[in-house]
């Protein structure tokens, strides 16, 4: 549950319980995400009674009241029906209004949440591509009357399954709150909100010389705290941001670090710094909720899109701040300034701003799209596989350097021409900036892996990448990896999480496999 979502559910249950009301929760993609969230807050046992996972409608009968009529309502094929994304929406925005009047019904609640729809990684209906949920909320009236009270249409711009979920949580959430703030409605109103407008951080750079402001901001603010490579958590899908209360102990300690990153654009322009721990003494966290520390690289993958760009931002500064305190003109000592954006030499003056290096990383399939290469490192555990990268040299294109990467480290030659962008990310481990691409070649010509820098490099079925897909967790690590190869034996392949665009590489070839079939 990310921070925002705990904020939600907090304020959730706050109001529930200060208005003296109850409520009950159906869900359908969200897993129980919705009522996990309600009961991780303190006195939730007084609104929530329980609710219902009803995953697969046509086997889970005893999960919705066990009642035939209802059963039947939710599993005709008028229901069910999914052969656009319009018919697909329509045939939630039906269950979910009938299930949450029966659910608030039967537990005698106040409110019902009902929430269906599709989080990915894969989609029914062809012209569905991102994560969508009907969510709808049922409430009494005045004459105890039950009935839809609100319905809302979420949609996402990605298939990523852990972070739709996360956000239809928080968006039912939200939902129950508006009914609340409202008092109810006398006609069900639907509302359809797209991905634009999800909360992005404004890095508010005419602030960074404006120490007043600054100060001023600090005192409303969010923190991430950073130590070497490790970043603070709060769960595994959630950053651990902190108050100016909480952090008071590392603020006020010289040699750690502060660095303004910006402002949210959520209602109350939230404004967020980082702080680099550099005091080994000044590391443990003693608070009341379980906050620990955690490697950057290879978990901040399962953080929400918001989250994870914060920890990479706060990182890159960090590292940066630690490799540059000498001037690259004179080696004169250097010191931060601009809320740690900028460095000034101490002699010359010369100013310095992070820097990032070019890498590509690439994904080479097969010319009939059927075979992707991946390839193993040295530092990767058992099986886990990836594209292929490296850093793009002096005077080199990124065309050019997605040839020569491919061919010195598998002995591949790539088709001429071949070579098409996709995307990019930040990779501050410590400075880079990947830049991905695809690019085909003969799948038959005969690999010559470069040993010093590869333990392995295959061509990989589809069948494979599917399985390694299916596995959830930070792969990446050397326990993780074992554990799920222990459990799993027979699987030939692991590859890196979701968020990383190494992945989105690797997921972009299977999306795309499906035009083959």
């Known amino acids: 549950m990310s921070a925002m979502t705990s904020a939600s559910f907090k304020r959730l249950v706050k109001a529930l319980k200060s208005s003296k009301k109850t409520c009950t929760v159906v869900e359908q993609c969200c897993g129980g995400k919705i009522s996990s969230s309600i009961m991780q807050q303190p006195g939730s046992s007084s609104i ?15 999960l919705l009241l066990n009642d035939d009529a209802l059963h039947a309502s939710l599993t005709s094929p008028s229901a069910t029906k999914k052969d656009t994304k319009d018919e697909y929406i329509q045939s939630k925005l039906e269950w979910t209004a009938i299930t949450s009047v029966a659910f608030c019904e039967s537990l005698g609640t106040d409110f019902a949440i009902a929430e269906g729809g599709a989080a990915g ?7 569905l ?9 049922a409430g009494r009236d005045d004459d105890n009357t039950v009935k839809v009270l609100k319905q809302k249409i979420v ?12 956000y239809f949580a928080k968006s039912a959430a939200d939902l129950l709150l508006e009914v609340m703030e409202e008092g109810g409605q006398k006609e069900t109103s639907i509302d359809h909100v797209v991905p634009n407008e999800k909360v992005v951080l404004d890095r508010a750079t005419h ?9 001023k901001l600090e005192k409303e603010a969010k923190f991430v705290l950073v130590k070497k490579n490790e970043i603070l958590f709060r769960s595994s899908e959630e950053l651990g941001l902190l108050s100016y209360d909480e952090v008071s102990a590392f603020r006020n300690c010289e040699k750690n670090q502060l660095t303004f990153l910006g402002l949210l654009s959520d209602e109350a322009k939230t404004p967020i710094f980082g702080i680099d721990i550099k005091d080994e003494d000044d590391s443990d966290i003693s608070l009341e909720e379980n906050y620990y520390f955690a490697d950057t690289r290879t978990n901040a993958p399962f953080l929400s899109s918001l989250e994870n760009g914060l920890a990479l931002h706060m990182m890159a500064y960090a590292n940066w701040q630690r490799r540059s305190c000498f001037c690259p003109l004179c080696g004169a000592p250097q010191s931060i300034i601009h809320a740690g954006t900028t460095q000034k030499c101490t002699s010359c003056n010369t100013l310095s701003w992070p820097r990032q290096d070019p890498s590509m990383i690439a994904s080479i399939t097969s010319r009939c799209g059927k075979r992707i290469l991946l390839a193993r490192s040295k530092r990767h555990p058992p099986k886990v596989h990836t594209v292929l990268a490296g850093f793009v040299e002096a005077g080199e294109t990124f065309e050019d350097a997605v040839a020569r990467e491919t061919f010195e480290e598998t002995g591949i030659r790539i088709d001429e021409g071949s070579v098409k962008y996709i995307g990019s990310q930040p990779w501050p481990f410590p400075q880079s900036s990947m830049i991905a691409f695809t690019a085909t070649a003969d799948d038959e010509q005969p690999l010559n892996i470069d040993e010093n820098e590869l333990v392995d490099a295959k061509w990989f079925d589809r069948e494979d990448v599917m399985l390694a897909s299916e596995q959830e967790g930070p792969v990446m ?12 034996p027979d699987l030939n392949l692991l590859i890196p999480p979701k968020r990383v665009i ?6 972009n070839w299977l999306h795309n496999y499906k035009s083959l079939e």
């Not at 949609?155 to 996360?166: A, I, V, Y």
């Not at 690590?477 to 799993?488: C, G, P, S, T």
């Not at 190494?502 to 997921?507: C, G, K």
């Open 155 to 166: 949609e996402t711009d990605t298939n990523c399954r852990q972070g739709n979920m996360s």
């Open 48 to 62: 929530y009674y329980g609710g219902s996972i009803a995953y697969n409608t046509k086997k889970g009968k005893p």
């Open 207 to 215: 602030l960074r010389s404006n120490s007043t402001e600054l100060s």
């Open 477 to 488: 690590q050397h326990d993780v990896a074992m554990a799920i190869l222990e459990k799993n």
């Open 121 to 127: 990684p894969t989609f029914g209906p062809k012209d």
């Open 502 to 507: 190494a992945r989105t590489l690797i997921d």
């Open 129 to 137: 591509h991102n994560g969508f949920a009907v969510l709808t909320v």
